[in-house]
Structure formats: structure tokens, C-alpha cells
């Protein structure tokens, strides 16, 4: 059940309910009655705050160990492009960094048209 899952994820971060409480800006008795499944209805709000503290995403916090929801399935696209940028010896933080330049290039692309680093070449 979801109340369960939350306080075993709780646990294994190393959270109090205290803390979690003070973290999430949501009132002690709250969560307290979230992991008893007193409170079986959160909202997405309240969920995503939780989620965010625990650092899971929303699937894995509303897994109850369900094997079927418990991974997000990636398109298989995005999969093998980030296998192939981590074979090439790229690092996480390498790609974030790029995160930036691709932005730059995306938004030039929509101010020019879409002709960003193409050559004009007129017959």
C-alpha cells in the first residue's frame, strides 16, 4: 500500500517522520496518517513533495511492489542513445553540461527557422 511504501523509503533515506514533515512543509499527523493508510487519497501535490524529499520518482513511490509498475519504460531510442554516450567514455555531468549548448542550439534553430550551423547554399 502506498502509506507503507512511504515510510520504507522514509527509512531507508534515513528520514524521521519529524523530519520528512519539516522537509516536505507537510504537517507531522499528515504524514503520519498517509503511512498508516489512514489517508488513502493524497493529493499530486502533496505526492510530488514527498517524492521530490525522498529523491523517487512518483512511479516508485506509488509502487506498492507491483514488478509491473515499478520501471518507467523508456522508448528504446532514448535507451541506446544514452548507452552510446556512455560507451564513448561521457559522464553524467559531461551531458548535463551539453544540456546547455543543445538549449542554445534549439532556440536559435526556432528564432532562424531551423537553419542554425547550416550552410547557405543558393544555386
Not at 65 to 78: C, F, I, T
Request: aromatic share 8%; charged share 25%; hydrophobic share 35%.
Amino acid at each position: 500500500m502506498l502509506g507503507e511504501n512511504i515510510a520504507k523509503i522514509r527509512k531507508q533515506r534515513g528520514y524521521s517522520l519529524t523530519e520528512l514533515a519539516d522537509l516536505t512543509n507537510i504537517s507531522k499527523s499528515y504524514l503520519s496518517n498517509m503511512e498508516r493508510n489512514l489517508n488513502k487519497n493524497p493529493s499530486l501535490q502533496i505526492m510530488s513533495k514527498i517524492a521530490t524529499v525522498l529523491d523517487v520518482d512518483l512511479i516508485t513511490l506509488l509502487n506498492s511492489g507491483n514488478p509491473d509498475v515499478s520501471h518507467v519504460y523508456l522508448e528504446k531510442e532514448w535507451v541506446d542513445f544514452v548507452r552510446e554516450l556512455k560507451e564513448s567514455g561521457l559522464e553524467v555531468d559531461q551531458i548535463r553540461q551539453y544540456k546547455t549548448l543543445i538549449e542554445f542550439i534549439k532556440w536559435t534553430n526556432e528564432q532562424t527557422g531551423g537553419h542554425y550551423g547550416q550552410s547557405n547554399q543558393s544555386s
